[in-house]
T-cell receptor, first 114, second 117 residues
Framework: EAAVTQSPRNKVTVTGGNVTLSCRQTNSHNYMYWYRQDTGHGLRLIHYSYGAGNLQIGDVPDGYKATRTTQEDFFLLLELASPSQTSLYFC?????????????FGEGSRLIVV | AQKVTQTQTSISVMEKTTVTMDCVYETQDSSYFLFWYKQTASGEIVFLIRQDSYKKENATVGHYSLNFQKPKSSIGLIITATQIEDSAVYFCAMREAVNNYAQGLTFGLGTRVSVFP
């Protein structure tokens, strides 16, 4: 069954620490996305990618890097984590064919920065 | 820039009744796509239904239907014969056709629906 899998599901780190969130999709989709979800702000796009080696900036990219190593794998990197990055992170994929293509989401990764 | 607004923070309904939730959007584009997603208590986000702006007929999928009022920039979600399992947060989202189709969706803040027996 097609799926988007995220790891870790839960992570606690200290301010200034390094965090890598991983996402793998088996949908054979070209497009992948990282969102963060916060109370009062909803889902906001951080970065997205058209394919391996490609990276596009979303609406809230500050403090985040991302890398797409293969069609299946998309990583979100927080190199100097701050408490403001405490959030629920979602990865998603889509086939990108036409404006009506829908996003398929992973289970989410909860990050706490203390 | 596109914007999506859901003004209802929460709605409570009795099981087997109909619930309607609102969504208004802003766009400069003449062609766009509107989506509704559901986030369950476990955090899972699933796609429910879509409306293409060029289509006059309201989309319907199962017990979900849309009330698309283009002149009002409004796309309401209607859930009929609600079940306890419909308790969730519902998000409205949109994508403008002028943007690359690979670009992600812009989401509203969501409406929490609680269905009581």
């Amino acid at each position: 069954e097609a799926a988007v899998t995220q790891s870790p599901r839960n992570k606690v780190t200290v301010t200034g620490g390094n965090v890598t969130l991983s996402c793998r999709q088996t949908n054979s989709h070209n497009y992948m996305y990282w969102y963060r979800q916060d109370t009062g702000h909803g889902l906001r796009l951080i970065h997205y990618s058209y394919g391996a080696g490609n990276l596009q900036i979303g609406d809230v990219p500050d403090g985040y890097k991302a890398t797409r190593t293969t069609q299946e794998d998309f990583f979100l990197l927080l190199e100097l984590a701050s408490p403001s990055q405490t959030s629920l992170y979602f990865c998603a994929s889509s086939d990108g064919t036409g404006g009506g293509n829908t996003l398929y989401f992973g289970e989410g990764s909860r990050l706490i920065v203390v | 820039a596109q914007k999506v607004t859901q003004t209802q923070t929460s709605i409570s309904v009795m099981e087997k009744t109909t619930v309607t939730m609102d969504c208004v959007y802003e766009t400069q584009d003449s062609s766009y796509f509107l989506f509704w997603y559901k986030q369950t208590a476990s955090g899972e986000i699933v796609f429910l239904i879509r409306q293409d702006s060029y289509k006059k007929e309201n989309a319907t999928v199962g017990h979900y239907s849309l009330n698309f009022q283009k002149p009002k920039s409004s796309i309401g979600l209607i859930i009929t014969a609600t079940q306890i399992e419909d308790s969730a947060v519902y998000f409205c989202a949109m994508r403008e056709a002028v943007n690359n189709y690979a670009q992600g969706l812009t989401f509203g803040l969501g409406t929490r629906v609680s269905v009581f027996p």
